[in-house]
């Protein structure tokens, strides 16, 4: 037995009905609700025009004056599929009670149309509540509720979230069940339809690609389900306008033989207005046709247009040049003289121009640097967006941004994620890091530009329009002659590709990088050799002979002890180095040279130490180079959103590894060195993270177990054996510490 509920807003003419026989036939339905039929008594009504013939019973709550011209409630239903035995009327639902044929259980149908105002409401769901508990039997409810359950059964309107609450409590308390209903979700008021296709059209499909090929794809299909439906449409509209058209030669006919009736003339009248009506569509779609064409072709098309070319080829068409008395008519001459003219117009005449002082010009706060960079949100596209003409398109796909703006809740994610691809490839698409690290595309430090990415032909020739593009817009250009192209893990035929496209040369691992070695290993002691040589070059330009203890001391603090800082800031010196360079300091103390050594008259090692402890005030180098690796912890800290911090903290993420420093013990490199420094600082007795304090603020930055922010260690060394119960081991203080009101409370997660 199928059921069809409806409100139909009120009855005007006989289309809804005919509309409601045409459902009851096509789905064979055999028990129909109505709320809201605006009739003040059920003769009105004539519900065999819904029901399409006599064979049939109902049961009729009017619209009254309380209610306006909202109310009204009409059940039908087939006496052979369901035999009355009772009625309950109210002024808000219908009960009707019997049997389903076939079934031995009794069936209860409920026809209910809900009061606007929420304390109705509850009062409606109790009285329903009451009939349900006092019955036995089937309960079948239907009707416009005026309430939903979730907030995805609305659009366009306010969220309840108590009448939602009272509305669900009131479906569990009496232990009903909703089915799934044919049809669309929503049903759109006033609209031919062409709406819920479009809806339907974008929400159904499954696409694969990028993000705009996504969306063409879409529209795409949009376009050819909106074609289909308006077939469709055009069909049904046609065998309409046959059926008026014959209704009105009948009309007619009579006027021939006797004046109209009343019903006549409304009838006479009505078909009139449904035929211009459709006349007056089909006008304007020929106009928007003839539109869409003549945007499409303009003028292409005329005899006019085509004309008018041919005169104005002939025209500007060069028969020839006449070139200092000589006439040329070659076309590859003539191509030639032009490029050479216009060569020589266009050249810099000037090599050297006068510079402009920028000094004093507005620049950008950092927020509005940072804005600028950041990644786009739904709610600056969705503005740019309603900033354009609706009747401008961005595209010849013929969607405009009026469409764009209607459906923007069905379109707003397609083109964010369009926008969030961009940011994050754009025409080079960089390098991600693993654990939602940054992605890296490019670096800019002073006059020099690095560029990085996964491979491919495409990206060097774009790599090659891009620079090319910004030295025509800023006149600043790219010297390719001294750029250097390097390719790990790549086949010789990519590295030529490359090395060709931009014109550039092949370089390999390991490089000297603003006086830094990159890409060797620095545990090993030969790749300290070029710092080696530098101290003994320095030391054989010295005569230390000629100089007293001390000058030899000044020069060892002011020249010998700086040389090795740029290295020692960022890479741990083996030891056999650190003893290599300490004998070079030694020897050009005590007045010797590389190939004379002095004899030492006391320890070097007392000679080093600061000069309250009875030496020099020299230093340990290997104190030095601790101390200087040191600050990599410290700025870790105060640095977390800067880029290398975010690398480091995406590469060394690990859940197996708890320390203060994130690390992976298996990953070898300059970063392992400096998360491993208390393995060296400990026999002096001193460790990082004990000296390293959070400041505690909301909580929001410091980790409760890892960071040291109460006492001088970390609560998971303090308490080992509760930090293998807890759950989350990275949380934060402000996971386990909150605030209710002035009283704070702990909060555990133990597994």
Partial sequence: MNFLSINLRGIKDDCKARWINGLKNDHKISFICIQETHRPDERSLH???????????????????????????LSIWDPSSFTLFNTIKSN???????????????CHILNVYAPQEIPEKQSLWNEISNHIAATHGIWILLGDFNAIRYPSERENSNFNPSCAFAFNDFIHQNGLVEYTMHGGLFTYIKDNGSKQIIIGSLHSGFYLGRPDQMLNSKLKKLKKDLKEWNHNNKSLENNETITLTKQLETLDAIIDQRDYTDDEIALWTETKDKLQAIELSKTLDLQQKSRSKWVKNGDENTAFFHSFINSRKAKNRLNGLMINGNWYIDPPTIRQIAHDFFQAKFSEPIRQRPTIDCHGLKTLTPEDATFLTSPFTLNEISQAVWDCDSGKAPGPDGFNFGFIKKYWDELKFDFLNIMLDFYETGLLPGIGLPNNGPKISHFLYADDAILLGAWSATHMANTSRLLRCFHIATGLKVNLQKSIFFGINLPPEAITISTNTLNCQTGSFPITYLGLTVGSNMNLVNNWTPLIQTFENRLSLWKASTLSLGGRITLIRSVLDSLPSYFFSLYKAPVSVISKLESIRRTFFWGGSLNQRKIPWISWDKVILPKKSGGLG???????????????????????????????????????????????????????????LNSHLSP??????????????????????????????????EYPELFKLETHRDCLLKDRCTNAGRISQWEWSWS
Avoid at 624 to 639: A, G, I, P, Q, T
Wanted: charged share 15%; with cysteine.
């Fill in 47 to 73: 519900p065999q025009k819904f029901w399409g013939n006599l064979s049939y019973h109902s049961d009729f709550i009017p619209s009254t004056g309380t209610e306006g011209r909202s109310g009204g409630i």
């Fill in 92 to 106: 808000h639902y219908l009960i009707t009670s019997g049997l389903i044929n076939g079934t031995t259980s009794p």
């Fill in 618 to 676: 020299l230093g340990s180098l290997h104190e030095k180079n601790l101390s200087l690796l040191c600050k990599w912890w410290w700025r870790f800290y105060k640095e977390p959103t800067s880029l290398w911090a975010r690398v480091v903290s995406s590469i060394h993420q690990s859940r197996r590894n708890i320390s203060t420093i994130p690390y992976k013990s298996n990953m070898a490199g300059v970063w392992k060195s400096i998360a491993n």
């Fill in 684 to 717: 002096f007795n001193v460790y990082l993270e004990n000296l390293i304090t959070g400041c505690v603020g909301n909580g929001a930055s410091i980790r409760f177990w890892i960071d040291t922010w109460t006492g001088n260690t970390p609560l998971f060394k």
